[in-house]
C-alpha cells in the first residue's frame, strides 16, 4: 500500500503540493486529468482550490478525487 496524503496545497499551473506520512513532499501534476469530464470542473481556479485531504487521498468539494495509488505513483519529488 502507499503512503497516505496528510496535506496537499493547491499552487499554480494545476499543481498540487503533496505532503506524505513517510515524510515525502512530491508535487502532482492535475492538467492531464483535465481533459477528463470528470475533472472538468476544477479548471475553475476557485474550485481546483477548494481540494483538501480525504481518507487515503485527495478530494475537491465537488466530489471529485484521486486514487491514492495514482496520486503516489505520479508524482514527482521536490
Known sequence: MKPKAIDVKPLNNYILEIKFENGEKKYFDVKPYLEFKKFD????????KTVKIAGLSIEWENGVDICPDELYNNSYEI
Open 41 to 48: 470542473e476544477l479548471k475553475d481556479e476557485k474550485i481546483f
